[in-house]
């Protein structure tokens, strides 16, 4: 090995992919080469991110320019939108069809979509190998299918390898139920997998543990490493313009702000009566305004119903400031006094944006189920306000505390409540990883 | 250059506000919108053009053996699905409506058929897709 070892990093989402999971992977990549390590990323084409989930150019320009980013064509045929390219058999028998194409995709790898491209992928990583030796191959889940680069090295020439999952495999973390039973195809992979594994990530404590139970022989090697919050963030929100993307400022009342995208499973008609209750009563200051920035649904149309109920609630000062730009996002944190985190409810759900809100020092209002496993990362955060419940009476005290927050301004508590948020800064995340798979690859 | 989108439904009883909001989804983005479907369905906004009558479908499949109720369930699914497509080829405003559309779109499975056959007279550079966000990126591409 030489002096700067060699990552192989794969991962499907890499920029210019918009995917939520492309944030740690550019992060991952980025730490490893200012560590000092030589990266290659095995990821997918630009075509394909334009085709299933939509590109944001400006993430390309944040990957380090000697991370050497190597691409692999693949196909989807279940998502193909393009019915001119569909089968007689797709149009006139679609259920059959559908069958005998998830038969084809499970044929390589259990994966729906993502099993068929194993092959170029495997093949793409031996290649990676013969011409310059990997010392260390990290994949990035999901797709699970990425594992499959990794374990071929290890197989072939014995690179250890780690597995990094976002989310999980045969856990569901909304319902906290199994997707695959212990004797399916896709546990028995797992275990397969995970036994081989020098590392293997997760994004939270609770779903760690969950792991931890279904493979114990593997729980020492098992380590969380948070999503957390890039640096340049409070660096952008020290430099923030007044943006029109940016909340209005006021010169009366508290600017509560939430920015997410408002999926069906967001609190958002508990989260309006919550503010309608705290406005109504006084509990906060009149001239309080709660801005809500991001997409309503999926889609980049916003949900009718979604923005209907927000309208309704213009009177008594929230507003809809549409979707918000990456590169807009320092600013609409720079101009809000105070944070909501609405979220749906599941113990093993962290949402990103939690570490995003730590990082402004501001206020920081729960509206989620306390069993959310935000809560863990909240929980010491002094100016945490969690709501007890989703009634609009709890909604509605815990807006009036962050409301008392933002008025006393009390230095001591933004300077703590910066230097807790200190802790989850992402390249704090990964360094210990680093440093112990350094020492682990000099071996 | 026309925006007029053929938005075609093949599920029975469309849900109304489900279809609501795609129409609204594709009027954001510039496009005239008209719904073919099987079932009598009121919008505010777009017109809608009924394609006869669904054919009818049995409460309840043969009970013992399941695949032969699954034989059912498609033949009956296929059925409907080709019955919409050959309509909307005999349906003179279907037809009219489908040959100047710019974009042509399929709101569920069992709208395929009827896309399907319709882009086979269509122009090649006239989008034929399922679902509304592939409509909305094919109303971005097409040239101003």
């Given at each position: 090995?030489?002096?700067?070892p ?9 920029p ?24 290659t ?9 334009e ?9 390309e320009?944040l ?14 045929p ?8 569909y ?5 006139v028998?679609p ?5 005998l194409r ?8 259990p ?6 491209w194993?092959r170029?992928?495997?093949r ?5 190998h ?5 010392d260390?191959v ?13 374990r071929a090295?290890?197989r072939?020439?014995?690179v ?6 976002r989310?999980?495999?045969v856990?569901?973390?909304?319902s906290?139920?199994?997707l695959h ?8 992979t797992e ?5 081989d594994?020098?590392?293997v990530?997760?994004v939270?404590e609770p ?5 931890a139970?279904?493979?114990p022989g593997?729980a020492?090697?098992?380590h969380v490493?948070?999503?957390g ?5 409070t660096?952008?929100?020290?430099h923030?313009p007044?943006?029109p993307?940016?909340p209005?400022?006021s010169?009366a ?10 999926t069906?499973k967001?609190?958002?008609s508990e ?19 709660l801005?809500i920035?991001?997409y ?12 209907e109920?927000?309208?309704a ?9 549409g ?5 807009a ?13 609405a979220?749906?409810?599941g113990?093993?759900?962290?949402s ?22 935000a809560?863990q990362?909240l ?10 419940s989703l ?21 001591a ?24 798979l350094?020492t682990?690859?000099?071996? | 250059?026309s ?5 075609v439904?093949?599920?029975p ?17 510039g496009?005239?919108v008209?719904?073919?479907t099987?079932?009598?369905?009121e919008?505010d906004?777009a ?6 009558d ?24 296929r059925?409907?699905?080709?019955t ?9 405003a ?8 710019a974009?042509v779109v ?6 395929i058929e ?8 269509l122009?090649?550079s006239?989008?034929?897709v399922?679902?509304?966000?592939a409509?909305?990126?094919?109303l971005?591409?097409?040239?101003a």
């Amino acid at each position: 090995m030489t002096t700067r070892p060699h990552l192989l990093y794969v991962a499907w989402a890499f920029p210019p992919c918009r995917a939520a999971g492309v944030y740690r992977a550019l992060a991952t990549a980025n730490a490893f080469r200012a560590a000092g390590w030589r990266v290659t990323v095995l990821t997918t084409t630009r075509e394909a991110y334009e085709r299933y989930t939509g590109t944001d150019d400006s993430l390309e320009d944040l990957v380090d320019p000697e991370v050497d980013v190597h691409r692999v064509p693949f196909t989807w045929p279940a998502q193909e939108t393009d019915v001119r390219t569909y089968s007689r058999l797709r149009v006139v028998l679609p259920p059959l069809w559908r069958r005998l194409r998830r038969w084809a995709d499970m044929r390589d790898f259990p994966e729906a979509g993502y099993g068929p491209w194993r092959r170029d992928l495997v093949r793409a990583a031996r290649e990676v190998h013969r011409t310059d030796p990997v010392d260390l191959v990290i994949s990035t889940a999901n797709p699970h299918v990425t594992f499959e680069a990794a374990r071929a090295l290890h197989r072939e020439h014995g690179v250890p390898y780690v597995m990094d999952y976002r989310d999980a495999w045969v856990l569901d973390v909304f319902s906290g139920r199994r997707l695959h039973g212990p004797r399916s195809r896709q546990a028995r992979t797992e275990r397969g997998l995970v036994a081989d594994a020098r590392e293997v990530w997760f994004v939270n404590e609770p779903i760690r543990q969950w792991h931890a139970q279904e493979h114990p022989g593997a729980a020492s090697r098992m380590h969380v490493v948070a999503n957390g919050w890039d640096p340049g963030l409070t660096d952008a929100m020290a430099h923030a313009p007044a943006s029109p993307e940016g909340p209005e400022p006021s010169t009366a009342g508290v600017r509560f702000g939430y920015l997410g995208t408002v999926t069906p499973k967001v609190p958002l008609s508990e989260l309006l009566a919550g503010w309608r209750a705290a406005v109504s009563d006084g509990s906060v200051p009149a001239g309080s305004t709660l801005e809500i920035g991001g997409y309503l649904g999926y889609f980049a149309v916003p949900r009718p119903e979604m923005r209907e109920a927000i309208a309704a609630a213009a009177d008594v000062g929230a507003s809809y400031a549409g979707p918000v730009r990456k590169a807009a996002v320092a600013e609409f944190y720079a101009h809000v006094d105070a944070l909501v985190l609405a979220l749906g409810a599941g113990r093993y759900v962290t949402s990103g944006k939690v570490f995003e809100y730590l990082s402004t020092g501001r206020p920081i209002v729960s509206v989620h189920d306390p069993g959310n496993a935000a809560s863990q990362v909240l929980e010491g955060y002094p100016l945490w306000f969690p709501a007890r419940s989703l009634a609009p009476e709890d909604v509605a005290a815990a807006l009036a505390e962050a409301a008392r927050a933002v008025v006393d301004d009390d230095d001591a508590s933004r300077t703590a409540a910066l230097e807790f948020a200190a802790a989850f800064r992402r390249d704090r995340q990964l360094t210990p990883r680093i440093a112990a798979l350094r020492t682990a690859v000099a071996r | 250059m026309s925006r007029a989108v053929v938005l075609v439904l093949g599920r029975p009883s469309p849900d109304p506000a489900d279809v609501a909001e795609s129409v609204a989804s594709l009027e954001a983005a510039g496009a005239s919108v008209v719904v073919l479907t099987h079932d009598p369905l009121e919008l505010d906004h777009a017109p809608v053009h009924v394609l006869g009558d669904r054919p009818q479908q049995r409460s309840s499949a043969p009970r013992p053996v399941r695949l032969a109720r699954l034989a059912l369930r498609i033949a009956l699914r296929r059925t409907a699905a080709a019955t919409l497509a050959r309509a909307a080829q005999r349906d003179p405003a279907a037809r009219d409506a489908l040959d100047s559309a710019a974009v042509v779109v399929a709101g569920d499975a069992a709208a395929i058929e009827t896309v399907w056959r319709a882009a086979r007279r269509l122009p090649a550079s006239t989008p034929a897709v399922t679902g509304v966000p592939a409509a909305l990126r094919a109303l971005r591409d097409l040239p101003a």
